[in-house]
């Protein structure tokens, strides 16, 4: 295994806070909202480090903090329902994973404040009105700088099967900022001189029919545009790209770690961890409105030996030395 270091910019005024003993009211037990896309089993080590960076900052469950957490087990329509109720329970702040969760809780409240973990082009997709100044109730985590990150999965997969002439693209799209990736990968894939199959699904039960698709039109790879739906049902879906030995890039390394090829992008347990200090500088006074969004500026390559072996393929000595993990 080997590892790079991740660089993250550290947006003015979020650094890592003492211990919030001195910060907090004396006596005063704040409830978190925690709403997720995923099963509690599919996103544990998510709910985990969310819990250990605020243990770091002085916030222990039980003594000063109390959750509310919530997960909609991979069901996008479960998400405004249950927005709804973290809101009547009135928790002091809610924090989010993506965009279909982000987009839920934005129209269940305009008041109680919101830290996204992990959203996608947030003003493209109408959270906030800039990175430097979001306004509103909203604040938190970028997963990427732009959507152009995607056409980069596009060139490694490309430098991984050079053969690639015709690439599927499996993306979801309902949630806000979706069409926006997808575009940045037609945009890629123009330059690549690669035909992109784009597949839509939805929701699980559209899974053996979209990869069916993809083996009719004869794919030789599938780009997986980062989703809640998809990251959910990762298992399923890298059973499903190997059952039909189609090579697949990702965006988080959780999909490379379930089986899948390669993943390239930001480290979604860190930026849980991350949202932590968004927590904290809310709980002790400062508005969503006046905190930048965090964004990260290295991301991570993850390459899944086994799965190649399996596929046959021959992962180029180039791509492995940029590989933050190499799975064996």
């Not at 099963?39 to 109390?66: Q, T, W």
């Not at 973290?86 to 924090?95: A, G, H, T």
């Not at 035909?195 to 990869?211: D, H, I, K, S």
């Amino acid at each position: 295994m080997r590892l790079i270091g991740l660089a993250v910019i550290l947006t003015a005024g979020l650094s890592l806070t003492p211990l919030a003993a001195e910060a907090q009211s004396a006596g005063k037990v704040y409830r978190i909202g925690f709403i997720l896309t995923a099963a509690p089993d599919e996103a544990g080590h998510l709910v985990k480090a969310l819990d250990e960076g605020l243990r770091e900052l002085g916030y222990v469950e039980g003594r000063n903090i109390v959750f509310e957490r919530r997960f909609a087990e991979g069901k996008q329509e479960r998400l405004p329902p249950l927005a709804a109720e973290l809101v009547r329970l009135n928790v002091d702040i809610i924090v989010t994973g993506s965009n279909p969760v982000i987009a839920a809780v934005k129209q269940a409240t305009a008041k109680i404040p919101v830290v996204m973990a992990a959203s996608r082009d947030p003003v493209g997709s109408g959270f906030v009105a800039s990175v430097a100044r979001p306004g509103g109730n909203i604040t938190g985590l970028a997963n990427d700088p732009a959507p152009e990150i995607l056409g980069k999965n596009l060139e490694l997969l490309k430098e991984a099967i050079p053969r690639a002439s015709r690439v599927a693209l499996l993306w979801n799209p309902v949630p806000p900022g979706a069409g926006t990736y997808r575009n940045a990968v037609e945009s890629a894939a123009r330059k690549l001189g690669v035909t992109l199959q784009p597949v839509e699904v939805r929701g699980r039960n559209e899974f053996e029919g979209a990869f069916a698709a993809m083996v009719r039109e004869r794919a030789d790879g599938v780009v997986v545009i980062p989703d809640a739906v998809l990251f959910s049902a990762r298992n399923q879906v890298a059973l499903l790209a190997a059952r039909h030995r189609l090579p697949a890039m990702y965006f988080q390394r959780e999909h490379a770690e379930a089986g899948g090829l390669m993943s390239y992008g930001s480290n979604l347990a860190h930026q849980f961890r991350r949202a932590a200090v968004y927590v904290d500088k809310i709980l002790r006074g400062a508005k969503p409105g006046d905190l930048a969004v965090e964004q990260p500026t290295n991301f991570e390559l993850v390459i899944n030996l086994k799965t190649a072996k399996a596929l046959g393929l021959t992962i180029p000595q180039t791509l492995l030395l940029q590989a933050a993990q190499v799975i064996e």
